[in-house]
């Protein structure tokens, strides 16, 4: 079984992250697409809307997706939620599973600032989507790992436990987080932007209404 693993702070989640994590897991073929938000991003200051909230936001926006699961596993544990620790757990967890991490190109970029990265490949493979504007330059370590590590086929990584890199070519949406957390502090345009079940979560709980 193939496992996709897709972790964020998702504050909220909004169409860029259900849109492109749903196209790369249909390209992956995979057989369960766990959406996983952290429990205190290690990258980032506190988020706006609970842990809870935010788990919450994520079941909605995927309520139609029979193979989607809302993964509460980073907020059920007492630590950091270092990716490297929750891929590992989950090896344990599922042996004979194969594990994909997907993550932005943004993220992967800098991938080399994450706590034991150079081990994430010993757990799981990686599968980079596109993100327009936010695109940085792959830094030299990121590039280097990606050299050794990056395949061009999907059936790759049904082949091999795990140690590939595939990029994606996911379709480009240019949209943050950041900007709909202002947008809607502004009483600016943000609902479309989310999901429609998302956007009654929000507005019926209040949330994001300073920027
Ligand atoms: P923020 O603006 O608060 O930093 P964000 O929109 O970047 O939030 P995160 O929860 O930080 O969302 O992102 C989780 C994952 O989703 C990361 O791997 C990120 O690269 C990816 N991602 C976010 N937005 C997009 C998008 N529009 N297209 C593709 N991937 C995205």
Redesign the pocket.
């Known amino acids: 079984m193939l496992r996709v693993i897709f972790g964020?702070?998702?504050?909220p989640i909004?169409n860029?992250?259900v849109l492109?994590s749903l196209f790369a897991f249909h390209l992956l073929k995979g057989d369960q697409l766990h959406v996983m938000p952290s429990a205190q991003p290690p990258h980032?200051d506190f988020p706006g809307a609970s842990a809870a909230q935010r788990l919450e936001m994520v079941r909605l926006a995927y309520a139609d997706q029979p193979d989607v699961c809302a993964e509460p596993w980073e907020l059920q544990r007492e630590r950091t939620s270092y990716s490297l620790l929750t891929l590992q757990e989950m090896h344990n967890q599922w042996p004979e599973d194969k594990l994909v991490f997907l993550?932005?190109n943004?993220?992967f970029a800098k991938l080399h600032t994450w706590h034991g990265w150079q081990q994430l490949l010993d757990v799981a493979h990686l599968a980079v989507?596109?993100?327009p504007h936010e695109t940085k330059e792959w830094s030299s370590e990121v590039q280097a790992l990606a050299q050794r590590h990056q395949v061009k086929e999907i059936d790759k990584l049904h082949q091999t436990p795990n140690g590939a890199i595939i990029c994606l070519p996911?379709p480009e949406?240019?949209?943050?987080?950041?900007e709909l957390r202002q947008a809607m502090a502004a009483h600016g345009p943000w609902e479309q932007h989310v999901p429609a079940g998302v956007a009654d979560y929000i507005k019926q709980q209040q949330l994001y209404q300073t920027a």
């Open positions: 964020g702070t998702f504050d909004h860029g992250h492109t980032r993550l932005g943004d993220a989507m596109q993100r996911t949406i240019a949209l943050s987080a950041t």
